[in-house]
């Protein structure tokens, strides 16, 4: 039987989830694990899910935080011990054993942040050091002490760190002697870069302990930027491995049930039908307009959510007298604006990219029909920002066009035809409101919309 909190997956993360799982429960050694998809493409979502049903369906303890809200944090390694902190304080007594060795934990962290100096350094000569290299980082390691001073401590600081290794381990094993404990840490990728690299230094460094388990959720094109902003025009996927001991690319194949999902959350279908909107003619409907869009545009979970509130605002606060073209028009825009904004204003101030656009969109739609998605997308392109003479020239000369074909009976001459009632005939039969004007009313609503924040966190 399905676990519950399942039952709101709307991208069928159930089976990934479940095997990861398995993956997790195996392993007994120190291990750091990335979740990698680019942004607005759900992480945050996925790692509570997983969180979720690893506590419900195994018992394992973990932690979650957000890195990008914590890095006003200099050092990471209070960060992180600052969420055990807080998880220990949470689910167990004060006179527990569980407190008593955390207290011991925090009676090295002081000694371990200054052991974590020269890492500092390091960080800010774009590597140039190794700390893996004990003599090298120690001379170039100057802070306080004395280069003699810092050999002759190098063996006693390396100490520390198996004393505060095992420290650790010893009150993780009181916890749960047979399953790991795992640290869930997301927004990496929109930390600080300094803070970034420090944050996988330590989790590699000094948190290498057995049954311990780092989850990374991360963009990792984004974390690249980071780590080059640093170093340098390194080899970011070589530099990660130092850190990362296994890596899942998170993806959405089943974006069309998330939008039949938004679409049934907005009520969007009620909405345009008390508006007087249609729906759907035929097999025609707006919701598999929007799905062939999304797919064409490659829009992100979270660009998609965008698109449908803003569908929602619009909607729901227009006055009626508005058509189902005003909505594809408006589905349309919106969609290249998520994906390419700035080709967007261009193309609404006049400039003349009209087959710019075309290339971007029409070959990832094949025609399969007379009333095809693409015959509507061609003919909004190519009514935009058209004055009523070039508007007329334009229906002209598709008409001069459609004479030229012979065969009435082909797609090709069907297509066209209903391309130009698309343009000759205003929606509602409304006066000389046609396309052109139609798309002006739309690129006005879209900026009043523009005017809200959605720039939600995931």
């Known amino acids: 039987m399905m676990p519950i909190f399942f039952l709101y997956d709307k991208l069928d993360r159930e089976e990934s989830i479940e095997n990861l799982s398995k993956l997790i429960l195996k392993t007994k050694?120190?291990?750091?694990?990335?979740?990698?998809?680019?942004?607005?493409?759900?992480?945050?979502?996925?790692?509570?899910?997983?969180?979720?049903?690893?506590?419900?369906?195994?018992?394992?303890?973990?932690?979650?935080?957000?890195?990008?809200?914590?890095?006003?944090?200099?050092?990471?390694?209070?960060?992180?011990?600052?969420?055990?902190?807080?998880?220990?304080?949470?689910?167990?007594?004060?006179?527990?054993?569980?407190?008593?060795?955390?207290?011991?934990?925090?009676?090295?962290?002081?000694?371990?942040?200054?052991?974590?100096?020269?890492?500092?350094?390091?960080?800010?000569?774009?590597?140039?050091?190794?700390?893996?290299?004990?003599?090298?980082?120690?001379?170039?390691?100057?802070a306080e002490e004395t280069t003699k001073e810092l050999i002759?401590?190098?063996?006693?600081?390396?100490?520390?760190?198996?004393?505060?290794?095992?420290?650790?381990?010893d009150m993780l094993s009181k916890m749960d002697s047979d399953k790991p404990f795992i640290i869930f840490i997301d927004e990496l990728d929109r930390c600080r870069p300094l803070y970034a690299i420090?944050?996988?230094?330590?989790?590699?460094?000094?948190?290498?302990?057995?049954?311990?388990?780092?989850?990374?959720?991360?963009?990792?094109?984004?974390?690249?930027?980071?780590?080059?902003?640093?170093?340098?025009?390194?080899?970011?996927?070589?530099?990660?491995?130092?850190?990362?001991?296994?890596?899942?690319?998170?993806?959405?194949?089943?974006?069309?049930?998330?939008?039949?999902?938004?679409?049934?959350?907005?009520?969007?279908?009620?909405?345009?039908?008390?508006?007087?909107?249609?729906?759907e003619f035929g097999d025609f409907n707006h919701l598999n307009v929007i799905k062939k869009l999304v797919s064409v545009f490659n829009l992100s979970l979270r660009q998609v959510e965008q698109v449908f509130t803003k569908l929602h605002i619009i909607f729901t606060t227009i006055e009626p007298r508005m058509y189902e073209s005003h909505f594809r028009v408006f589905v349309f825009f919106e969609m290249l604006k998520s994906n390419n904004p700035e080709k967007y204003y261009e193309f609404i101030s006049g400039k003349d990219i009209a087959n710019e656009i075309k290339a971007m969109v029409l070959p990832f739609m094949a025609s399969d029909g007379t009333r095809d998605i693409s015959v509507i997308i061609e003919a909004t392109i190519d009514s935009t920002c058209k004055s009523e003479e070039e508007y007329n020239l334009l229906i002209k000369s598709k008409e001069d066009k459609l004479t030229k074909i012979k065969d009435t009976n082909s797609l090709e001459y069907k297509q066209l035809d209903w391309y130009i009632n698309l343009l000759k005939h205003s929606p509602g039969h409304f006066g000389e409101y046609r396309m052109n004007k139609l798309i002006d009313t739309v690129i006005n609503k879209i900026e009043f919309v523009d005017k809200f924040n959605f720039e939600a966190e995931s």
């Open 152 to 169: 002759e401590n190098y063996s006693s600081e390396k100490q520390i760190i198996v004393e505060f290794k095992k420290s650790i381990y």
């Open 198 to 279: 420090e944050l996988l230094e330590r989790v590699k460094h000094v948190f290498g302990i057995n049954n311990l388990i780092f989850v990374l959720s991360v963009d990792k094109k984004q974390l690249a930027e980071s780590i080059k902003s640093q170093y340098g025009n390194i080899d970011t996927d070589n530099y990660l491995r130092r850190f990362i001991d296994l890596e899942y690319q998170l993806k959405n194949d089943n974006l069309d049930k998330f939008c039949d999902a938004l679409y049934k959350k907005f009520n969007l279908d009620n909405i345009l039908k008390t508006k007087g909107i249609k729906t």
């Open 29 to 142: 050694e120190p291990f750091v694990f990335s979740v990698n998809a680019n942004w607005g493409a759900g992480k945050t979502t996925f790692i509570h899910l997983w969180k979720t049903y690893l506590k419900k369906e195994y018992d394992i303890n973990s932690i979650y935080f957000s890195a990008w809200e914590d890095d006003f944090s200099k050092e990471p390694l209070i960060s992180i011990l600052g969420e055990l902190n807080h998880y220990i304080k949470s689910n167990y007594e004060d006179d527990s054993e569980i407190v008593s060795d955390f207290n011991k934990v925090k009676s090295f962290t002081g000694k371990v942040i200054k052991r974590g100096l020269p890492a500092l350094i390091k960080g800010s000569t774009a590597g140039i050091l190794d700390l893996d290299k004990g003599f090298e980082s120690a001379i170039g390691a100057i």
